[in-house]
């Protein structure tokens, strides 16, 4: 079966009352859990941004102490995994703010961890690309928003 496009999705959508609605989404989301993941976000989470950064900042700590440290392979398997999963949680909130500060807090977390990342060539390149596209994203934001994160950035470049 071949997918239809997101506009024909669209007007259908409109010719179904709220009941057949509702029922759409419960069906959708039992199939995975990406589409439960977001519907959760959209109905319990998207009124409080902030207490979602947290959220998903508290989920990135745990994570990162998770971190099976023996040998560089684990640490970068590792790395790459919660870097997947905070790049789906910005997905979700669709908010240039949001993707900015939790990829900040990435970049701190990694730059931070022990053992230290300046022993292996991923993780920089890892660090540095990621470090390059929130400066690229930060120019997109208010003026005030791209002062205070810049400088931010600066300080975990100087960590």
């Given amino acids: 079966m071949k997918a239809v496009s997101v506009v024909t999705i ?15 989404c419960l069906r959708l989301s039992r199939f995975k859990k990406e589409n439960k993941e977001l519907l959760t976000y ?6 409080s941004e902030q207490g979602y950064i947290e959220t998903v900042k508290e989920e990135i700590d745990e994570q990162f102490e998770l971190i099976n440290t023996d040998s560089f392979f ?11 999963h905070t790049k789906k949680y910005i997905r979700y909130s669709l908010n240039k703010e949001t993707e900015v500060e939790l990829l900040l807090y990435f970049c701190k977390k990694l730059k931070t961890m022990s053992p230290s990342i300046k022993r292996n060539t991923t993780l920089i390149n890892l660090y540095e690309r990621n470090m390059e596209a929130v400066s690229k994203k930060i120019v997109n934001l208010h003026e005030d928003l791209q002062y205070d ?6 300080n975990i470049r100087a960590l």
């Fill in 74 to 84: 684990y640490i970068k398997k590792s790395v790459r995994k919660i870097l997947r």
């Fill in 149 to 154: 994160y810049t400088i931010v950035a600066e």
């Fill in 10 to 24: 669209r007007k259908e959508l409109k010719h179904k009352s709220n009941e057949e609605l509702a029922e759409l």
């Fill in 42 to 47: 959209l109905l319990f989470e998207s009124d």
